[in-house]
C-alpha cells in the first residue's frame, strides 16, 4: 500500500546522454551509476492529490511564500510547497493552526504540503543549543526561551499541521567537522528515527527520513539503508551544500542514491542551484529559499542565461520583458523599465512580480522534465 | 461634443430623504441645494473606456497601487485610478514613460487613468517653496534639487504621461490662514488656470480645473465659475479635509457645489472618509490612500462597524473572515487568524490581503449607488 502511493517510472532519455549509453527499465529496481542521465520522471499520489516529480517546492516559511497569493502560486503551477515547522511552531504555534483545521486550511493551499523536522533551523538558527539522544534543547530566536524538541515532539507538530509529507528529526553535522563528529551525529540520527517511525501518521500522510553521515560515503550508505529498513516513506537527503565543494556534494550524493532503491522519492533537502545536475543524478524533490530570496532584492533568473539585476540603470527604458522566453504573468505584463522602477522605488509590487518570475522560471525548468 | 463625454444621471432617491422632498427631473440643470438626499448616478466616457459614478479612485502613488497587481484591481472591479505627477516627474521621469507608450501601457492598466498636477505634493512634501505668478519652485524630496513647476509644464508632464484625466496647477493655501493668503492663492489658481486651458491636449484627454479659495465661500464659488467660464471638463475640489473641522468641509463644500452645473463631474481630492456624506451632496469622484496605508499597518475597514486591527491578540484564533458581509479574495480564502499571524510576522502578504479587503469595501459601497 505504502508503495502505491509513491510511483515512480524511469525514463531512458536520449538527450544529453553522457558517456556511456544505457538503458533502464521501467520500474526496474536497478540503477546505472556512471552516467548524469537518469532522470526520473513520477509522481507523489498523496491523499488523492497527484504532484509532478521532479518537482521544485517554493518555500512558505511561516505559512505564506513570500508576497505571494496561493492564486499566484497556483497559476504558476505548483503542486507542492514546504513550509517549516519551527517557524510555524513559534507563531501562531501548531495548536492554533490545529484548531482552524490544520495549515492547508490555514493557509489556503490545497495542494501538497511538506513540512520540515525543524532539525535544520535549530541548527542554522539558534547559536545555543545542546543535543542528546533524548533530543535538541535550544533557544527560542524570537524570545530567547527554551525549547526542547524531542523526534516524537517534531512528528507531532507536523500531525498537527497535518501536513502531506512529515519529516524525522535529524542532526546535522556542521561542515567541517571531524570524523568523530559525523559518526556521532549519524548515530544520533538514527536513533531518532527509530523513535520516529513507531510515532502514529495521520490518516495518508508520509514519512521521510533525512539521511546524514557528513560527507562520508560509507556513513551516508549506512543511514540511508537504516532508514530504509525502518519502512520510511521517502528519504530527504540533509546536511549538503552547507559550504562543501560543489564537486564534492555530487558525490555524497551519488554514493548516497546508490543504495536507494527506485520505489523511494528522494528529496535533496534546501538546494536551489544546480538543479538539472541533480535531477540528472536521480533527485525528485527540491525546496529552496533562494528564487524568492533573490526575487525580493531585485534578482531575476534568466532561462538561460544567468541572472540579472533589474535596478540596475541599463534597464531605465528597457521595453522588453524580463526574459522573452517565459510565458509568466510578469513578463506578459511588464517591461524591465517598470520593474526597475518598482525596485528603484522600492514598490512592494516589484518583489511579487519578481517573486512570480522566478519560481516561474524554476517551475518550468524542472517541470519541463515531465510534461 | 465635450458635453457628450460625461454623461451624469440625476436620480431622485426616495430613501434618506431629508428634511425636504423633492424631484430632480434627468438630465436636468436645475438643482435644489437643501437636501442631502442628491446622489447623482453617472458615468466618465472617455476614450471609448465608461467609469460609472460615484466612484473612488485607489492612489497608484508611484505607478502602482502598492501592494497590488493590476490584475488584483481589475478582479475587485476598479474602472478609474489616480495616480502621481508629482511623484511619477521624479522617478522615473514622464520622457521615460513617454518613451515606453504612456502611463497605461507602463504600468499596464488598461482603465481610466486621472493625474494630478503635483501641485499638493509641492505644498504638502516640500519645506521649501517660493510661488510667484510664474509658477512654483520648491525642492525634490529625493535630491534637494530645484524643481521648476510651472501651469503649463505639469500639462506637458501629464500629456507625456497620457493620462486620461489631467488636473491643473493650483495653489493651496495652508489652514487655518488669513484673508489675504485665500485670496491671493485664489487669484494665483485662477491664473494659472487661464493660461493651463491655452495649453492643447492629447486627443480624447480631459482637463480639470482645481477649486481653491481657503473656507470662504464666496471666493470658492467665485473660483468655480471663472474655472466653468474657461471651459474645463470637470472641477476638482482641493484644499479640503486638510485640519478644518468636517462640518466646515461640507459647508464650504455645499457651496461650492451650488454654482456647478449638472453636466460636470465633481472631484473632491484626496478625501477618503465620509464618503456617503459627499455623495450625498453630490460629489462623483473620490480618491485616497487611505484604504490602502492603514491595510499596510493591518487596519481593516468593516462594512459596517467600522475598524479593527487585525494584529490584536484577540483574532489569534479566529476562523471567521474580516467582514462576513464581504466576498473579496481575502474574506473568500483566509481567517482573521492567519491574517493576523501575517502581520505579527511582519509578512508582505498581509499587506497585500488587507489592500484587497479595504478597497473591496471602498469600490463596492461607493459602487453600490450605481449599480
Redesign the interface.
Known amino acids: 500500500m505504502r508503495e502505491n502511493l509513491i510511483m515512480i517510472k524511469e525514463k531512458f532519455t536520449q538527450k544529453n546522454i553522457g558517456k556511456f549509453n544505457f538503458r533502464i527499465e521501467e520500474n526496474s529496481s536497478f540503477f546505472q551509476l556512471f552516467s548524469n542521465t537518469r532522470i526520473r520522471q513520477g509522481q507523489l499520489n498523496i491523499r488523492g492529490k497527484i504532484a509532478k516529480t521532479p518537482l521544485f517546492m517554493p518555500v512558505a516559511t511561516?505559512?505564506?511564500v513570500?508576497?505571494?497569493?496561493?492564486?499566484q502560486l497556483k497559476e504558476i503551477g505548483f503542486e507542492m510547497i514546504l513550509s517549516n515547522t519551527y517557524h510555524l511552531h513559534e507563531?501562531?504555534g501548531e495548536e492554533?493552526i490545529n484548531?482552524?483545521?490544520g495549515l492547508h486550511k490555514?493557509?489556503?493551499w490545497d495542494g501538497l504540503i511538506l513540512t520540515d523536522s525543524g532539525g535544520y533551523q535549530v541548527f542554522s538558527l539558534s547559536n545555543y543549543r545542546r543535543v542528546t539522544d533524548d533530543g535538541v534543547v535550544f533557544r527560542s530566536i524570537l524570545d530567547g526561551k527554551e525549547i526542547f524538541f524531542t523526534p516524537e515532539k517534531v512528528l507531532e507538530i507536523q500531525k498537527k499541521l497535518n501536513s502531506d509529507v512529515a519529516i524525522f528529526l535529524d542532526e546535522c553535522p556542521e561542515y567541517p567537522c571531524n570524523a568523530k563528529r559525523e559518526e556521532e551525529s549519524l548515530k544520533r540520527t538514527i536513533k531518532f528515527a527509530e523513535r520516529s517511525i513507531k510515532v502514529e501518521k495521520n490518516p495518508g500522510q508520509l514519512f521521510f527520513g533525512v539521511v546524514q553521515g557528513g560527507m562520508n560515503f560509507k556513513l551516508r550508505q549506512e543511514c540511508a539503508q537504516a532508514l530504509l529498513s525502518l519502512g520510511v516513506d521517502g528519504l530527504a537527503i540533509g546536511g549538503l551544500s552547507i559550504g562543501e565543494e560543489p564537486s564534492l556534494t555530487k558525490e555524497v550524493l551519488l554514493a548516497t542514491l546508490e543504495v536507494i532503491p527506485p520505489g523511494k522519492p528522494r528529496y535533496l533537502m534546501g538546494v536551489g542551484s544546480d538543479i538539472l545536475e541533480y535531477i540528472k543524478m536521480g533527485i525528485d524533490m527540491f525546496d529552496s529559499v533562494f528564487p524568492t530570496r533573490i526575487a525580493r532584492h531585485g534578482s531575476a533568473i534568466l532561462y538561460n542565461k544567468g541572472r540579472i539585476n533589474i535596478s540596475n540603470k541599463r534597464f531605465?527604458?528597457d521595453?522588453s520583458p524580463l526574459d522573452r522566453n517565459c510565458d509568466c504573468?510578469t513578463c506578459r505584463?511588464?517591461?524591465r523599465?517598470?520593474l526597475?522602477?518598482?525596485f528603484?522605488?522600492d514598490?512592494?509590487?516589484g518583489?511579487?512580480?519578481l517573486s512570480i518570475h522566478n519560481l516561474t522560471v524554476l517551475y518550468k525548468t524542472v517541470r519541463a522534465l515531465n510534461s
Chains 1, 2 share one sequence.
Do not use: Q
Not at 66 to 71: D, F, G, K
Open positions: 511561516r505559512g505564506t513570500r508576497a505571494l497569493t496561493p492564486s507563531r501562531p492554533v484548531k482552524l483545521g490555514f493557509m489556503n531605465k527604458e521595453e504573468y505584463n511588464f517591461s523599465a517598470y526597475r522602477h518598482l528603484v522605488c514598490e512592494l509590487l518583489k511579487t512580480l
